[in-house]
């Protein structure tokens, strides 16, 4: 069973719209929640960060955390086609924060 | 600052070379990292660093060595290249662990035929 697990896409949302994506992860130590974007053929960058204590809002973004069901989500709101991207979670563990296991990503498609 | 920098951009081997990727920051990170990413994958950690002079293992590091004999550099030796090998490495480093997230590097192509 893989560490972390996310629904490839494409996920098409209308610009202006909210897109959702989530990522479930197998392990209940995991501790550290991280959202990359990688837009094609560039390195991932860090959009946000969410300990397993609560969720967390920075601007267009919202990090969300469902320990029960084992899932972290990712909400981005008034979507622009400048967030056409494919999207990256990673988690690292209570035991292990020098290791992270990333997802294989979401595709993200915003259409004007 | 430049950040995290690699080279080179592109590189095609035989099978059976070896090379050097290399990489360094600019921020005073203790800590760094190597990734390789197959097409439509997520990143696979190689191997990691806490410190100079402090190397681990991560998923697949078989295939590959590394050194850290300063905070700057943290270079990622092929030996006996392999197509499998083929991918895009990434490095990445990290200021901290508790709330802290990874700086990537732009990559290296590698290519083995």
């Known amino acids: 069973q893989k560490e972390v697990e996310q629904n490839s896409g494409p996920l098409s949302v209308p610009e202006g719209a909210i897109a959702s994506l989530n990522c479930t992860y197998s392990d209940r130590g995991s501790q550290s929640f991280f959202w990359y974007r990688q837009y094609s053929g560039k390195s991932p960058e860090l959009i946000m960060f969410?300990?397993?204590?609560g969720d967390k809002e920075d601007g267009r973004f919202t990090a969300q955390l469902n320990k029960a069901s084992q899932y972290v989500s990712l909400l981005i709101r008034d979507s622009q086609p400048s967030d056409s991207a494919t999207y990256l979670c990673a988690v690292s563990l209570v035991y292990n924060f020098n290791k992270f296991y990333f997802g294989s990503g979401t595709k993200l498609n915003v259409k004007p | 600052n430049a950040g995290v920098t690699q080279t080179p951009k592109f590189r095609i081997l035989k099978i059976g070379q070896s090379m050097t990727l290399q990489c360094a920051q600019d921020?005073?990170?203790?800590?760094m990292y190597w990734y390789r990413q197959d097409p439509g994958m997520g990143l696979k950690l190689i191997y990691y660093s806490v410190g100079a002079g402090i190397t681990d293992k991560g998923e697949v590091p078989n295939g590959y060595n590394v050194s850290r004999s300063t905070t700057e550099d943290f270079p990622l030796r092929l030996e006996l290249a392999a197509p499998s090998q083929t991918s895009v490495y990434f490095c990445?480093?990290?200021?901290?662990?508790?709330?802290?997230?990874?700086?990537f590097g732009p990559g290296t192509r590698l290519t083995v035929l």
């Open positions: 921020m005073n990170h203790n800590y």
């Open positions: 990445a480093s990290r200021a901290g662990t508790r709330g802290f997230g990874q700086y």
């Open positions: 969410i300990y397993s204590n």
